[in-house]
């Protein structure tokens, strides 16, 4: 058991904006995102009254501090004035196999 | 990056439950929540013969620590000994834009 | 409010090993898991050309730790040579009824 602390990154986001926000992952560092396909309620950043309903992606990246960190700070920016989206982290622990831990 | 600690909830639950669950949300003060389909095994609750099979629904809701409180109560004071769920939460650090932090 | 420390594990994994896996954890000693349909995009483990595409897998166990590192240990002797999984673990705390609770 050699588990690696690294930051999970989950993002609600409206679904039409998928192929946007991967390519915003792969140029910031990230090496890897799951997406689940997710409806729901919600207002949420600077455009208070917009709602999240149907068709939204629930997208998770597991990575290093500093690559979450430029990813929070590029969705902050470019994203939250004018489209819902629900940010948030928190620590795990990610389990790499002996030979690539480390 | 100014990260608010606030509790994810997440909730397994019947997806039948569904409509129920998400205005017993609204009520006790939730603004927002993340429903994916879901299917899986389990025993929980006093309902400890019954199965959480295939038409479930995975709840999630970030909020701040007295909201989650009062909807874990009302949770469990009313749906688990009837019903099959699973609910849990940890701290996560939600992102919010600068102009509505804090 | 009785919440219980456990560990949640999340597994992502191609979703042809969904019935390898479940059965794994039922040997392993989990008692119930949530299984939602997934896509995704990565490099993990020791095959590190290997894509995570289409077609994923998100379960989620939520267990005692011995239980989870039981499971952990498993997935990394057994999976991660061949297959591209992604599997991480943090805490939780468990919402359980007062009459199971402890």
Redesign the interface.
């Known amino acids: ?1 050699s ?1 690696t602390p ?1 930051k ?1 990154l ?1 993002v ?1 986001a409206e679904a039409a904006l998928e192929r946007r926000l ?1 390519a915003d992952l792969a140029a910031l560092g990230a ?16 455009a ?1 009254g917009d709602m ?1 309903g149907g068709g ?1 992606i ?1 997208m ?1 990246v ?1 990575a290093p501090p500093a690559v979450v ?1 430029a990813v ?2 590029h ?2 920016d470019v994203y ?2 004018h489209w819902g989206m ?15 831990k480390g």
């Open positions: 058991m588990p690294m999970l989950t609600v991967t090496r890897g995102w799951t997406i689940v396909e997710a409806h729901g309620h919600g207002r949420h950043g600077d208070d999240l939204n629930r998770e597991v960190d929070v700070t969705l902050r939250f004035e629900i940010v948030f982290t928190h620590d795990v622990d990610v389990v790499r196999s002996e030979k690539f």
